[in-house]
Nanobody, 111 residues
Framework: QVQLVESGGGLVQPGGSLRLSCAAS????????MGWYRQAPGKQRELVAHIDSDGDKIYANSVKGRFTISRDNAKNTVYLQMNSLKPEDTAVYYCNAAGGWGQGTQVTVSS
């Protein structure tokens, strides 16, 4: 099973930006579809963005135009660039691939 480690979360003011990273173990990273999910307190975990092995992407409607998912297969890493952050983006963000989950990274958007 692939091992995933997220980083890059933190506290940011509304309108600010953050970039999350998810580093994956294994030598066949390039064949995995990768996803970023988030879970806010009291809410279910939801898909934020997804990128498949061909680079095709999908986004939740709530983040379209603000978030960008990308991957670097040479570094076994997937990224989530988050711009124009809103308080409702506050959540723990998780990376997902091949049935595995990272430990999550907290993103807090607050003034």
């Amino acid at each position: 099973q692939v091992q995933l480690v997220e980083s890059g979360g933190g506290l940011v003011q509304p309108g600010g930006s953050l970039r999350l990273s998810c580093a994956a173990s294994g030598s066949i990273f390039s064949i995995y579809a990768m996803g970023w999910y988030r879970q806010a307190p009291g809410k279910q975990r939801e898909l934020v963005a997804h990128i498949d092995s061909d680079g095709d992407k999908i986004y939740a409607n709530s983040v379209k135009g603000r978030f960008t998912i990308s991957r670097d297969n040479a570094k076994n890493t997937v990224y989530l660039q988050m711009n124009s952050l809103k308080p409702e983006d506050t959540a723990v963000y998780y990376c997902n691939a091949a049935g595995g989950w990272g430990q999550g990274t907290q993103v807090t958007v607050s003034s």
